[in-house]
């Protein structure tokens, strides 16, 4: 799955203090890694320069158009190893140090570590739930419908657990998943197995969902079999409601929508419906991906007091988590995800963030069962 030169490129590149990037798509096989020999620039996702690349955004920031962006000069893909010639991949380094990461003969490094960064508190059981609670008494004073909130779960690393195998093995148990082990100074270390596209571009045209509801069944159970309260039908078709105003504010048109199904992440089911819409020019896509991110299935709605509520609540601990991320202009495509099921990691520790919608008819202990379940997700690699 990781192929070897794939390995050493990641452990070169983290031993430089060089930006990385290592993914698998969701029911993808290969993994591809890319890794920068520059730190990443903050950049419009789309309306600037088309250069392969992978970018990074927070869950909060003024322009959701705007990611950390770290340029593709080396991209190994189980194919062999492109490097960055101008805005192009071509089949010769450039540089001796895009020689240098895929190197045959180059420096063996043992195991992929991170240094000791941040180290955020964990959110006790009793502290979440007051959250929750003043989120429902704040969703009954009216102004709010839907507020999302989210905890830390803080965990050691397995000791002598080299980071990449852990990332293959969340990849093997999490085939629906993105896959992604995401490394710089500007953004810190994060392992994601997310199952949510924030939005995707290819030849096709666009991609994007609306995910809301959370369930965990027994794994026997025949998911097509379940049913969902009115509350989270309700939940889902205002996840809806926000994607199509945010197509129909920017002008597309044609854009088709599925009716509402279950799918399966992990031990996980979630409803979700698809949207699909013809590409529109840079400037168009960029002011898409403004009023998409972050979605309601992450902040809540509507979007500013929601946001604002959280912020209150949570201080600025999300960083990453329910930003997005996901290759750039990378053989045609740009997919990118919501930042999900994801954990930072920082010397021998990870920060599993988790979270979940609260409506106003939610109750606070099983808000906190929904948070367990999902920090099964990564939980269970570790
Ligand atoms: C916030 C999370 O998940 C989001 C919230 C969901 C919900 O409220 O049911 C479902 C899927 C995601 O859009 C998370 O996984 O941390």
Redesign the pocket.
């Known amino acids: 799955m990781i192929n070897d030169m794939q390995r050493a490129a990641c452990k070169r590149a983290n031993a430089n203090g060089l930006p990385f990037a290592i993914w698998r798509d969701p029911f993808g096989a290969d993994f591809t890694a890319l890794i920068s020999t520059s730190a990443p620039q903050l950049a419009p996702v789309f309306g600037g320069p088309a250069a392969p690349g992978f970018v990074m955004a927070p869950f909060s920031c003024e322009d959701g158009n705007l990611a950390w962006t770290f340029a593709a000069d080396v991209l190994v893909s189980a194919g062999g190893a492109r490097y960055r010639d101008g805005n192009a991949l071509g089949p010769r380094p450039q540089t001796d140090e895009q020689a240098m990461l895929t190197d045959p003969q180059g420096p063996a490094i043992d195991r992929l570590e991170v240094p000791q960064g941040e180290n955020p508190a964990p959110t006790e059981r009793e502290s979440y739930m007051a959250r929750v609670a003043r989120a429902v008494e704040k969703i009954g004073e009216g102004g709010c419908d839907k507020i999302?909130l989210?905890r830390i779960d803080p965990r050691d690393l397995p000791a002598g657990r080299d980071l990449l195998d852990l990332t293959e093995h969340l990849a093997q148990l999490h085939p629906h998943a993105f896959v992604c082990l995401v490394s710089s100074q500007e953004t810190g270390t994060w392992l994601t197995a997310t199952p949510?596209v924030l939005l995707a571009r290819d030849a096709e045209g666009l991609r994007t969902m609306a995910?809301?509801?959370?369930q965990w069944p027994d794994p026997e159970t025949d998911i097509d079999s379940l049913t969902w309260p009115q509350k989270i039908i309700d939940?889902q078709a205002h996840v809806a409601d926000f994607i199509r105003d945010a197509f129909a504010a920017e002008g597309f048109s044609d854009v088709e929508e599925t009716a509402p199904y279950t799918v399966r992440a992990a031990n996980l089911c979630?409803l979700r419906s698809d949207f699909r819409a013809p590409s529109g020019d840079g400037a168009a896509l960029g002011r898409l991906l403004g009023q998409l991110h972050p979605t309601s299935?992450?902040c809540g709605m509507p979007k500013a007091p929601a946001m604002e509520f959280i912020l209150q609540e949570e201080g600025a601990t999300r960083r990453f988590y329910?930003g997005y991320l996901g290759p750039r202009d990378l053989g045609g495509a740009t997919s990118l995800y919501?930042n999900?099921?994801s954990a930072s990691v920082s010397g021998g520790k990870i920060f599993l963030?988790?979270?979940?919608?609260i409506v106003a008819a939610s109750d606070p202990a099983t808000e906190w069962e929904?948070?367990v379940e999902?920090s099964k997700t990564i939980g269970a690699i570790l």
């Open positions: 999302v989210s949510e995910l809301a509801g959370t939940e979630h299935a992450v329910t919501v999900l099921r963030h988790v979270g979940g919608g929904e948070t999902k």
